[in-house]
């Protein structure tokens, strides 16, 4: 009886330590997948229109359990995806002529079949794109679940990097969890006018706050204008995750945003680098007495049914997606942010998409 209950507990710890390893081989830096399929390798307009959408993997609902069944067979489980989110992004792509898109919760998943920004770059006028997926592990990041962020574009892009905002966090459960399925994270990369580099970020930071001590989101707040201000001039966009300080007052304001410090931080490092960060003025980013009255982005969640359906939307008044610039007096090209709005006309995702116009000048010598 001694003998077999050795084995048994032999058994357990032998399957225990293979599983582990196995699980570990797994473990990877995401890998950069940049697409430059046209010839043209920089813009020449001086005006770029720009797009940045959290397209929730083309879905309205959250993850669904089916979500996490590779088998094809199992997979019929999960509720069919609607076409029309997609179908309605590109049909605004080429409606609003866009130069660059930037998309977060984007989905490139070989079981899922779906690869959303080869999609996009091939049915508008923006064919180059560059992925970086969200998840570090090579087998889980094939699931059905997986995404990441992309930006897509006329010209080509260069130097794609996926950067990681581990460097300023403490201790939380996101210690752990980022080192199997990676964390919200910076796609980089770059594009060209005239032969002189414009540097772009695409952001998806924490919706929630893991991290036993001290705030996630300031932490990534913290890295992400760490990156910024040592790359100018650059076009910032995404999922920011956090509203203004400016609309921390009012009543609409949800307790999680509540006595967040994320955009005092961002202020302070760009002042201290001699950053300028241009935004929509009513969005007041960094003035808590500031008359906030910007729409809101994230409108929540959305029927599969209806989406690519026009919609008729309240305005949430929740703004967590931006287009922002910034820049260096010093700078040989200067960026001014002309206008931004946000696109209520129909059902994209859970967040609707924000739209603007970049001017560039070249600074005179």
């Not at 705030?215 to 990156?227: G, T």
């Not at 931006?322 to 200067?334: C, N, P």
Request: glycine content about 6%.
């Amino acid at each position: 009886m001694k003998n077999i209950k050795k084995k048994v507990v032999q058994g357990i710890l032998c399957t225990t330590a293979v599983t582990l390893l196995s699980f570990l081989i797994g473990i990877r830096t995401p890998k950069i997948e940049e697409n430059n399929a046209t010839e043209q390798k920089q813009f020449e307009q001086s005006t770029l229109n720009i797009l940045t959408a959290n397209v929730a993997r083309g879905q309205g609902h959250e993850v669904y359990v089916s979500n996490f069944l590779a088998s094809p067979f199992l997979k019929q489980l999960e509720p069919k995806k609607n076409e029309g989110s997609l179908h309605a992004l590109e049909e605004l792509i080429i409606q609003e002529n866009i130069d660059l898109a930037f998309f977060q919760e984007i989905e490139n998943s070989f079981i899922a079949g779906e690869h959303q920004p080869r999609r996009l770059a091939q049915n508008t006028q923006l064919p180059n794109y560059v992925f970086a997926p969200n998840f570090a592990h090579q087998y889980l990041a094939q699931f059905p679940f997986t995404d990441g962020n992309a930006v897509i574009g006329r010209s080509q892009f260069y130097d794609s990097q996926r950067l990681s905002l581990e460097s300023e966090k403490k201790l939380g459960l996101s210690t752990v969890t980022n080192l199997v399925v990676g964390s919200k994270g910076i796609l980089y990369t770059k594009i060209f006018y005239k032969n002189q580099p414009i540097h772009l970020f695409c952001i998806h930071l924490s919706s929630s706050d893991t991290m036993l001590f001290g705030n996630e989101r300031e932490s990534e707040f913290k890295a992400v204008f760490k990156y910024v201000a040592a790359h100018t001039p650059a076009i910032i966009a995404g999922d920011f995750n956090t509203i203004p300080l400016s609309a921390q007052r009012y009543p609409f304001s949800k307790s999680k945003y509540l006595g967040e410090k994320s955009w005092a931080i961002a202020q302070k490092i760009l002042d201290d680098e001699g950053v300028t960060l241009q935004y929509d003025s009513r969005l007041e980013l960094f003035n808590p007495e500031g008359e906030f009255s910007y729409q809101g982005t994230f409108v929540g969640s959305v029927s599969p049914d209806k989406l690519g359906h026009k919609a008729d939307l309240p305005d949430s008044k929740e703004t967590i997606d931006y287009i922002l610039i910034a820049g260096r007096e010093s700078d040989s090209l200067q960026l001014k942010l002309e206008e931004t709005h946000v696109d209520l006309t129909h059902y994209y995702s859970d967040h609707a998409p924000v739209l603007g116009k970049v001017k560039i000048v070249e600074k005179k010598r």
